[in-house]
């Protein structure tokens, strides 16, 4: 869960909050950089595929030098030579590596707009917690539970507030912006 804002039913002091909010982001940039090593690796090896079915169907050698194991067969209806047409070659193998970086940046755009969801909805789920209470069952009945604690401090000349609003609002946003550049850092599949 990218953001909880509580581990169980109890309020937190924003100092607790913190510390939950960091091992949370810890773990979730561990989980980010294996998805983002296995997504590269899965392309990769998508690609190195598709280059090798190509050349396969192409009659070509998969590495620069090797031999295709079957007797060439004839390029041209009629054609005896049996010889390969370079520029012929180079054309449909340079449309084919055009059409797999289409397929990359695709790739790409779909990995940066589900990781835009992800900070959507994770915002999203933080306005609603904020915005309500978090209600709970004990003993059959709903009681409604704070979010955070929030110490009054009465002076004989004034009231203070411990979190000072300030403070409370600088530490969620805070919070908010370091996990979404943790979910925006990624490297593109393609430039």
């Known amino acids: 869960d990218l953001f909880q804002v509580m581990e169980d039913d109890s309020a937190l002091e924003l100092a607790e ?9 810890k773990r979730l940039e561990i989980s980010l950089s294996n998805l983002d090593r296995d997504m590269r690796e899965a392309v990769v090896n998508a690609c190195q595929e598709s280059v090798r079915d190509f050349k396969e169907r192409n009659r070509m050698a998969y590495k620069e030098g090797e031999d295709t194991e079957e007797e ?5 209806v009629g054609d005896d030579t049996n010889r390969q047409m370079t520029y012929t ?3 449909t193998t340079k449309t084919h590596f ?10 790409d755009y779909m990995i940066l707009d589900s990781r835009r969801i992800l900070i959507v909805n ?12 978090k209600t709970k ?3 059959g009945s709903m009681i409604t539970a704070p979010l955070f604690l929030v110490k009054a401090l009465i002076d004989e000349e004034e009231i203070m507030f411990e979190p000072e609003s300030e403070d409370f609002k600088d530490t969620i ?8 550049s943790l979910v925006y850092k990624t490297e593109k599949l393609i430039d």
């Open 17 to 25: 909050f913190s510390k939950i909010r960091e091992r949370k982001r």
């Open 72 to 76: 060439a067969e004839p390029f041209l």
């Open 89 to 91: 070659i180079e054309a």
């Open 98 to 107: 055009k059409r797999l970086a289409k397929f990359i940046r695709l790739l």
């Open 122 to 133: 994770t915002f999203t789920r933080l306005q609603e917690a904020l915005a309500g209470t």
């Open 137 to 139: 069952m004990e003993g």
């Open 173 to 180: 946003t805070e919070h908010l912006d370091k996990g979404k």
